[in-house]
């Protein structure tokens, strides 16, 4: 029963990052604007709402990552965040995975990930009293919109829904970020 409502939860998120997805494809066709074959770091801040068990609570906290996005649909990206402001059960995921860019309008840029690694979370055990964090597997996707300016570009705003996977329960998440890229080795085309 539980693999089965893990396996549907997949399914429903692959689903919407196509869906999400497909507005890369769809896009205005611009100039040479997407990065090269270089190497990209990122950092963001912004909040996080958790579920555990039958409530929502919110933290605060950073996420940062490297990418290499040698064409439009092919990217690799690894990222960690650590949500633990303000946070009744923090969340620390630590992932790798598979990202797309496309340019759109001029000076934008949209872009997916999808990836998976490990968080080391805190759950929730009776009565809501936190339990020691510990490593549990997780993946998560996301989509993010950006204003490219050349090196450094602004990201307007990032969703990312991570699931992590505790002994005790699914902790879905939703985290929404705003912050900047850094081209480190700027090799356009």
Same mark, same amino acid.
């Given at each position: 029963m539980a693999q089965r409502s893990i396996f549907r939860k997949i399914i429903r998120s692959f689903s919407l990052l196509a869906i999400g997805g497909s507005s890369l494809a769809l896009g205005q066709v611009a100039p040479a604007a997407v990065s090269g074959s270089g190497l990209n770091a990122f950092v963001s801040f912004g909040a996080q709402k958790t579920h555990v068990i039958k409530f929502t609570y919110n933290a605060l906290g950073v996420d940062g990552g490297l990418f290499i996005q040698p064409s439009r649909l092919l990217g690799v990206e690894v990222r960690a965040a650590t949500y633990g402001m303000f946070a009744r059960y923090p969340q620390t995921p630590?992932? &790798? #995975?598979y990202r797309m860019e496309v340019p759109f309008r001029r000076a934008f840029l949209s872009s997916? *990930? &999808? #990836?998976? #690694?490990m968080s080391y979370a805190v759950d929730? #055990?009776?009565? *809501?009293? &936190?339990l020691p964090a510990q490593w549990a597997p997780c993946w998560q996707a996301s989509e993010s919109v950006a204003i490219d300016t050349g090196r450094l570009?602004?990201?307007? /705003?990032?969703?990312?829904?991570?699931?992590? *996977?505790t002994? /005790?329960?699914? /902790?879905p998440a939703l985290s929404l970020t705003t912050g900047v890229v850094y081209s480190i080795s700027n090799s356009r085309r």
């Open positions: 630590f992932t &790798a #995975g997916a *990930y &999808a #990836g998976a #690694g929730a #055990g009776p009565h *809501y009293v &936190a570009r602004w990201k307007l /705003l990032e969703a990312t829904f991570t699931d992590t *996977y002994p /005790l329960r699914s /902790l």
